[in-house]
């Protein structure tokens, strides 16, 4: 409230592992997209992911957006490292960052970014196999259902893409 006060803007942190290619596949650009209106709009934008800094997200910080190196513990536990809004994407990438984001910036909002069910995905994948590798895949539709079950509980908000994200979170 006080950085508020001060005209200080929103700050938005986005943890990504695929964000700013728009060349890697359908979708794959839409987060870049979102960030990058986020930023016009007045949010003061970090991105970080979990595969390094590489050119598209290096091409971000020519529009005033923070790209973060590094460890994402080391920089959120930096005591003037406050965020309003932390958007995490991917349900793996929420697994994994959830507890720390809680731990490190408890007045944050915690938002997992759907941008697919990515049980039915592989479920869908299953339908068309046979044999042992069916089976294994299987195994990993059910956890990744139990994983994204889990997470529209644990998340404070789940942004979707279309009504299919909507209807399973």
């Known amino acids: 409230a006080a950085f508020r006060a001060r005209g200080c803007p929103r700050r938005l942190l986005v943890v990504d ?4 290619d728009p060349t890697s596949g359908s979708g794959f650009g839409r987060m870049r997209d979102a960030v990058v209106v986020l930023s016009k709009a007045g949010y ?14 290096q ?10 190196a590094g460890g994402l513990e080391a920089h959120l536990r930096e005591p ?7 958007v995490i994407a991917e349900p793996d990438n929420f697994e994994r960052y959830e507890a720390l984001v809680r731990d490190s910036q408890p007045h944050s909002m915690l938002v997992y970014d ?4 990515h049980h039915q995905q592989i479920e869908y994948r299953v339908k068309q196999m046979v044999g042992p590798q069916a089976t294994g895949l299987a ?8 994983l994204e079950t889990s997470v529209r509980a644990r998340a404070d908000f789940v942004t979707c893409v279309s009504p299919a994200e909507e209807e399973f979170f």
Request: no cysteine; hydrophobic share 50%; aromatic share 4%.
């Open 139 to 146: 195994d990993r539709a059910r956890r990744m259902r139990a």
């Open 44 to 57: 003061a934008v970090s991105v970080w992911s979990s595969r390094g800094v590489h050119h598209a997200i």
């Open 59 to 68: 091409e971000l910080g020519l529009r005033g957006i923070e790209t973060i």
């Open 114 to 117: 759907a941008e697919a069910v």
């Open 80 to 86: 003037s490292i406050l965020y309003d809004m932390v």
């Open 17 to 20: 592992d695929r964000l700013a």
